[in-house]
């Protein structure tokens, strides 16, 4: 194997121990992993050479959902070599096909698989073009097929929406407000996790006579989307709260700044707390299969309504911000084959 180029740093450094008398490649190496470590901080558990490594390679990476994925993919991956005494830049193309068959036992989808082949791939060529490691070992590894037309998503009815809607008005405690004004925002506005979680109160803004929030997208594409008046309500209420909790003064919340999602500790909301959040008022909603729900259901489920409403598939797309329409024919394609679905007809036939 090819010794590293990267200046590592000499244990017990970790991430902000790096003397300013040292040399300044080694300075620049701990400030960079002190930024991804701050953003990622399940990188902290490495040891110094495989926590430089990945820092780099996700600092190249220039979407925020992209990098949190491929993180956990590298992760993942890495524990699995470590229970077999592999090193991160000793693995071979058998270890991954091994990796894949172990996954896919394991019951992870083809989807999940091909996702993880594509970060440890990365991560593995991106070692290659700086000379850090002799071959990707992931090269050439067969990627299962996985049908375009097919998700595991599981939407909701318009029933159900308005049953979820109504559990997270009625929902009690700190963050009743929040509850409020998050579902809408999913559900009205399609809005993927990374777009609502990462904006800040200061993208709410107006455009035309129209009240807008500018989310960053995939590929770092900004977009503004609009807010309805039931959701622009929910959102200014819970600001309101926020700004009377925190003591901001006759400007209210629009002399603050910070995420427009927060915790109650006024800190950013994370995935898993969006996903718990979800389940727990689609259990209180007294939906079956609350259990399988996601935040990407409210997604899914708004774009399925906005054509179910018949909005033209090019209003749709724009909605979805999908950049290719294709995509969003996917939902299209869904919704119509479950309801034209010819079981109905056999079912009615033979009662």
């Known amino acids: 194997m090819t010794d590293l180029a990267l200046p590592l740093p000499s244990p017990p450094a970790v991430v902000d121990g790096y003397a300013s008398t040292r040399a300044p490649g080694v300075r620049m190496a701990g400030e960079l992993v002190a930024h991804v470590v701050a953003e990622l901080p399940a990188l902290a558990g490495l040891d110094d050479r495989d926590r430089l490594l990945a820092a780099a390679w996700l600092a190249s990476l220039r979407s925020a959902r992209t990098r949190r994925s491929y993180a956990g993919d590298l992760l993942g991956w890495r524990a699995w070599l470590a229970e077999r005494g592999i090193e991160l830049l000793d693995a071979a193309r058998v270890h991954v096909d091994l990796w894949v068959r172990a996954q896919q036992h394991a019951g992870a989808g083809d989807a999940s698989v091909r996702r993880r082949l594509s970060g440890i791939g990365s991560f593995y060529r991106y070692c290659l073009s700086h000379d850090l490691a002799n071959s990707d070992p992931a090269a050439g590894v067969a990627r299962p097929r996985v049908d375009p037309d097919y998700t595991a998503t599981v939407g909701l009815s318009r029933e159900q929406g308005r049953a979820l809607i109504a559990a997270a008005d009625a929902d009690t405690g700190r963050s009743r407000l929040r509850s409020a004004a998050v579902i809408r ?92 959040l979800v389940r727990r008022l689609a259990a209180a909603a007294g939906i079956g299969e609350w259990d399988r729900l996601s935040a990407h259901s409210l997604r899914h489920t708004g774009i399925t309504m906005a054509l179910d409403a018949g909005v033209p598939l090019r209003d749709v797309q724009d909605y979805a911000r999908h950049r290719d329409a294709r995509t969003t024919r996917r939902y299209d394609h869904s919704r119509d084959s479950l309801d034209r679905s010819a079981a109905y007809a056999v079912a009615a036939y033979l009662s």
């Open 185 to 276: 925002l999913l559900l009205h506005n399609a809005l993927r996790v990374d777009e609502a979680l990462g904006a800040d109160i200061a993208d709410l803004g107006t455009d035309r006579g129209h009240q807008v929030l500018t989310v960053l997208g995939k590929g770092n594409r900004r977009a503004k989307v609009a807010i309805t008046p039931g959701t622009l309500t929910a959102l200014h209420a819970y600001l309101d709260d926020r700004a009377a909790a925190a003591g901001a003064g006759a400007a209210g919340w629009r002399g603050m700044g910070g995420p427009l999602l927060a915790t109650t500790s006024g800190g950013r909301m994370r995935p898993s707390q969006l996903w718990e």
